[in-house]
């Protein structure tokens, strides 16, 4: 469909407020041997090389010549262990002498349940040196329980076929149980280090091998393991770095899993191929305390790059909302990239961040929206330094092809400009029958280059679906305008009612206008009522126990979504934590409504009316 309304363009500005919080003194890191820990450097001789390598175990044997690595700390920023590239390499090639004294041949699956730290670093490279497929595995959360994680893992397992999965001993019980369930071994990785490393030869991989597979962060029922050559993961690496122009004096902060792609590839993998120190949290540690992000990257002395899903923004802005002196804890003013991505871009909630941070010298123009998928092996379009977030405002008729009730005043939704192709990326819109379509006519993204995925291993019928002559199908719908990439949506979460199309993201943010909600609380999608009709359904966690005022409340839940799709919709409260999320943090539609309409999400009960 045509946009016809002429948009108008926002930027994001900066509002200071007095915010404050107890700030955070890491304690003094010493090493074993008593002496003071020394993060490794931003700046060496070496001469830096935008990932223009054949294969990734040619990137790791370059920065491996550098005194740059990976740093990890505690939960409250003290520096843990300093990891150089150097060692990196050296415990990666010991790795591999394990992994092939263990059996493990060329094209065979590692899986690796991915911790953030030294072990899965090691075991993960040296995979990749040992032509193995490594297959990052997400952690237990705190959604689910035991018994879920099993299940979310062992279908992975099913899915990737491995001949072993190592893990930190402090999961085996789960871990263990899961892998018995597929019939693969398990390992703690504490054990496997302690086996001999026999000298062999490690034949170098090939630019169109298999590096890695990786599983989406929704991958539990019908997994789908994206397989990603040494040339598309280089490729895309490199098209990134020239993206956000990476150069002499940068360093990444990174909270970010390493079993999703944003941090596997984006603040690992892309580091290592970059030649960048980086300093890592752990993603539970950020959970329990966001401000150490911040922490971390006020005092890093380099240029900071670093990223995050809107959420990670809004947790941050959210805690200080109701402190002051930000200016005496945290300085901020050296993050030159302000990342997001992962999920939908929510202006409102990086104009709440920069009014919270904006007295610590943190600019919105740091702001670096983007757009990829695993896959892409990454990203797919980032927004050029400096420039910001920008927004155009959409009637909403328009973005869900149906047409304006004329008698209700016009409604818009900001729809956030996510950058232009990174280099060696083609973008095209298309219409239902393939047609591509002009600027600002909304339709299915496609993409083509040469980072996009080889397959997904073992399923070709799903990988028909979404390639099609080198163009991948990304299912997220969107406009061109400029050059630029606007997302909309994923075209398989919208919600068709009579012939009409709505949002889902639409119905969520309207109801987390009203007092007490906090972004997740809220998820959306259609059902067949008792009559054989579809209607809106909304779960939204409730954390009011007055029971007048769950009616309260639930009229006015049901109230605003009327006002949205002007009809009536089945609301139920649940239980604070109820809405599943994905590995990565994101909230899953799919899985909340397989699990509401299967009785396992119990909605609240509410009074009935005398």
Known sequence: MRIGKRFENAQLTGIVKNMTDTALTPAASVSAHGAPLQATPNDCPLPRRRSDFATFTDALDYAAQSAKGLNFHDMRGTLERAYTYRELREDAQAMARRLIAAGIRREDRVALVAETGAEFAALFCGAVYAGAWPVPLPLPTTFGGKDSYIDQLSVQLESSDPKLLLYPAEIADMASAAAARQGCEGMDWQTFARNDAPDCALSPPQPDDICYLQYSSGSTRFPTGVAVTHRALLDNLAGHANSMNVGEGDRVVSWLPWYH??????????????????????????????????????????????????????????????????????????????????????????????????????????????????????????????????????????????????????????????????????????????????????????????????????????????????????????????????????????????????????????????????????????????????????????????????????????????????????????????????????????????????????????????
Not at 277 to 305: C, M, Q
């Open 261 to 610: 792609d944003m941090g596997l590839v984006g603040c690992f993998l892309s580091l290592i191929s970059n030649q960048m120190s980086v300093d890592y949290i752990r993603t539970e540690h950020f959970a329990r305390r966001p401000l150490a992000w911040l922490d971390l990257i006020s005092r890093n002395k380099g240029n900071t790059l670093s990223y995050s899903p809107t959420f990670g923004y809004d947790i941050c802005a959210r805690r200080i909302s109701s402190q002051s002196h930000v200016s005496e804890r945290f300085d901020l003013s050296r993050w030159r990239t302000a990342g997001n991505g992962a999920d939908m871009i929510r202006p409102d909630v990086m104009q709440h961040f920069v009014n919270a941070f904006a007295e610590a010298g943190f600019k919105a123009s740091s702001f670096t929206p983007s757009y990829g998928l695993a896959e892409a092996t990454l990203a797919v379009t980032v927004m050029p330094p400096g420039e910001g977030i920008r927004v155009e405002l959409v009637e909403e008729e328009k973005l869900s092809g149906t047409p304006r009730d004329l008698s209700r005043p016009a409604r818009y939704r900001a729809i956030v400009n996510c950058g232009k192709p990174i280099s060696g990326m083609d973008v095209e819109i298309r219409g239902e029958l393939g047609a591509v379509k002009s600027d600002r006519q909304i339709g299915k993204v496609w993409c083509r280059g040469t980072s996009v995925m080889h397959s997904y291993f073992r399923n070709p019928e799903a990988t028909a679906e979404c390639l099609v002559d080198g163009w991948l199908d990304t299912g997220d719908m969107g406009y061109m305008a400029d050059g630029y990439l606007f997302i909309v949506g994923r075209a398989k979460d919208m919600i068709i009612i009579n012939g009409k199309n709505h949002w889902p993201q639409d119905i969520e943010w309207a109801v987390e206008q009203l007092p007490g909600f906090n972004h997740g609380d809220i998820a959306a999608f259609s059902i067949e009522t008792d009559g054989g009709e579809e209607a809106p359904a909304v779960l939204v966690h409730c954390r009011v126990s007055d029971p007048e005022e769950r009616i309260r409340l639930h009229e006015q839940i049901r109230d605003k979504v009327r006002s949205i799709t002007g009809m009536n919709c089945v609301v139920e409260l649940v239980p604070p934590r109820s809405l599943p999320r994905t590995s990565s943090g994101k909230l899953s539609r799919a899985k909340a409504k397989r699990l509401y309409l299967a009785g396992e999400i119990q909605p609240l009960e509410l009074p009935v009316a005398a």
